[in-house]
């Protein structure tokens, strides 16, 4: 079955860029139908979506960080990758890679990555 | 900020039924995915579409909705379903494509 699994570094300064790469095994990354999805949980547990892509390249920011983040996709290497720019303490959290299904008035994200723990700090 | 909304904690007595519920405005328009999340681990899809339960997923888990609520039903509570649940529909209110609810913490007594 298809598997997701995060990399990257776990301590980015302030104002810095956060990058985050996610590979995917067991599947191929162009299966239509899927949207390649970062989400992330503040140590508060809340969960935030941040953004999708689809294989042809086609991306869907949070318009909240739609300002400082962009979604790639390298469909040579099955992998996508988040940079998240010019971040502060308040973007320390686990960010999550997921594959997100629609179909009618649903979605939902399966499976999930194990997460990374992205710490902002000098 | 999440536009659904859970209750913070709930609990159940070891095999009884549980209700978790999920309320926003978008659930007028899309429907719910619910999530279980245990300490230390990524959440896991425990119900996707209408009342679907991904393989290995017990059938004690189902899935409803009515209006503006979602909900999440535990049909004899057994103590490995102790855990986060959350809920996910995409987002009417135009913050974005997706939004999360708040979470439930379930206690399995």
């Known amino acids: 079955q298809v598997q997701l699994q995060e990399s990257g570094p776990g301590l980015v300064k302030p104002s810095q860029t956060l990058s985050l790469t996610c590979i995917v095994s067991g599947g191929s990354i162009r299966s239509g139908g899927y949207f390649w999805t970062w989400i992330r949980q503040y140590p508060g547990k809340g969960l935030e979506w941040i953004g999708n892509?689809?294989?042809?390249?086609?991306?869907s920011y949070n318009p909240s960080l739609k300002s400082r983040v962009s979604i790639s996709i390298d469909t040579s290497k099955n992998q996508f990758s988040l940079k998240l720019s010019s971040v502060t303490a308040a973007d320390t959290a686990v960010y999550y890679c997921?594959?997100?299904?629609?179909?009618?008035?649903?979605?939902?994200?399966?499976?999930w990555g194990q997460g990374s723990l992205v710490t902002v700090s000098s | 900020s999440s536009e659904l909304t859970q209750d913070p904690a709930v609990s159940v007595a070891l095999g009884q039924t549980v209700r978790i519920t999920c309320q926003g405005d978008?659930?007028?328009?899309?429907?719910a995915s619910w999530y279980q999340q245990k300490p230390g681990q990524a959440p896991i899809l425990v119900i996707s579409?209408?009342?679907n339960r991904p393989s290995g997923i017990p059938d004690r888990f189902s899935g409803s909705s009515s209006g503006n609520t979602a909900s999440l039903t535990i049909t004899g509570a057994q103590a490995e379903d102790e855990a986060d649940y959350y809920c996910n529909s995409r987002d009417s209110s135009g913050k974005g494509p997706y939004v999360f609810g708040t979470g439930t913490k379930v206690t399995v007594l």
């Open positions: 579409d209408k009342d």
């Open positions: 892509i689809y294989y042809t390249g086609s991306t």
């Open positions: 997921a594959r997100d299904q629609q179909w009618q008035k649903y979605n939902w994200f399966d499976p």
């Open positions: 978008s659930l007028r328009s899309y429907y």
